[in-house]
């Protein structure tokens, strides 16, 4: 079963920053469209930053112009960079995809990280 396979996250203090990756854990699968979530501890689940079918991307408010969706097509990889970390962005992050295309083929399930934690401190 194919999975989505996050990088690990970590410790940042206040004002600094942390680059996320997906990808799929066997090659030549790449990602459709991306969406990026995470939970803080006593709360749900929030999508903090997503992927629109025509190339654009959306983000919550409590991110926009801090994080940042984007491509390496050739790694076949997906980041979730994030800049100027406030300690309420600690949480666990997931990545999750509709659906994962390998030789012009879509396979499509729900399909998420296995989650990594950020830490904002000092």
């Known amino acids: 079963q194919v999975q989505l396979v996050e990088s690990r996250g970590g410790l940042v203090q206040p004002g600094g920053s942390l680059r996320l990756s997906c990808a799929a854990s066997e090659s030549g699968f790449s990602i459709n469209i991306m969406a990026w979530y995470r939970q803080a501890p006593g709360k749900e689940r929030e999508l903090v930053a997503s992927?629109?079918?025509?190339?654009?991307?959306n983000y919550a408010d409590s991110v926009k112009g801090r994080f940042t969706i984007s491509r390496d097509n050739a790694k076949n990889t997906v980041y979730l960079q994030m800049n100027s970390l406030k300690s309420e962005d600690t949480a666990v992050y997931y990545c999750s995809a509709d659906c994962l295309r390998r030789g012009g083929i879509l396979y499509c399930d729900d399909y998420w990280g296995q989650g990594a934690q950020v830490t904002v401190s000092s």
């Open positions: 992927e629109t079918g025509g190339g654009g991307t």
